[in-house]
């Protein structure tokens, strides 16, 4: 299974990426970006969370989720929730990570010393803010205060001063799982399985759980002092059994037009079936994947792009689980072949 997912996020008095510090400030994550007045290109500078938090959060869901599902292939550091991947020198091929490490597995590792490295099967962009919405910044002092055993402020130093800064804006966002990678080798001619099917489904069920905790908005620093004001007001996930391009940025203010132009063009000349899963897309955005005169239907066929509206975008993150374990159950006797045939390579390889 391929899932690329788009849409955006309102995010209210947040401070979710800082970038360090000058003086007492702990100032936010800023870039530049590119915005169009009047035709004219000017760089902005907007407030941002960049794709590397977005991506330890996932990871840290994920190990969360594999472990209530039962699974134990984890190494120390992935135990804990740290993206440390890896130090481990002992290991000297792809295959001994993977077999290991569902951690690795999913989420990649580079070992430098024996120069083997995995590419992360979940890919996330920068949070942007969404094209026409102005992006600022506010700064709010805070203060510690020290207080000695007989109740008075010991001078400056029992009253510390500190100043953060903090944002709103309704933000776009871009991530993908290429979850028909779990467990196989990434460099290998035939992306050789080195787990069971049970484990592989285990991995990527795991991986698609992880977006719930994520995309309510357990993501980010300073939650314990600003748990964000977060709900997801958009959402544009496709998936296929076969790989497919990304969708477009949801800070684009025409990401639904592109993005679905994209799959059904890719969808018609590679012949494969991709369905769309949408929550909070206007009806008139979705127009553009339907065939002419077609009636407005919940589900309806534009190409071989199927697209499929949902109430909540919980319940696009349940029939992304139900469609994977359909995937991997309609399978398993090819990956325990492959599977067989690994553990022979390595036993003669040993030898």
Known sequence: MFVRLAGRVEVNAASLNAQGTAGNLIELTKVRVLRFDGGKPRLVEVPAVTGNTIKHWHFVHFVEAYKSLGGQNLCGFCKRGIGFRSPDRNKRSEQEFVSNCAGEDVHGFLQPENQVRRESLFKASFLLPVEGIEAGFDTVTHNRVVVSEDGTIAGEAGMMLFKRQYSSSLYGFLMSLDLEYVGRLLYSPDHQEVIDNGERVRRG???????????AGDVGASRARALPAWRVRELLVAWSGKPIPQLTHGSYSDYVDISLSTLNEYSNLLNINIEVLTFGIPEEKLKKASKPGESNEQSKQGGRVTIVRKDAWQEIVSHLVGEYEKL????????????????????????
């Open 328 to 351: 991997r159950r309609s399978r398993p006797e090819e990956a325990t072949s492959s599977v067989k045939s690994a553990v022979e390579s390595a036993g003669e390889g040993e030898g």
């Open 205 to 215: 069920k795991a991986a698609l759980l992880a977006l719930l905790p994520l995309l």
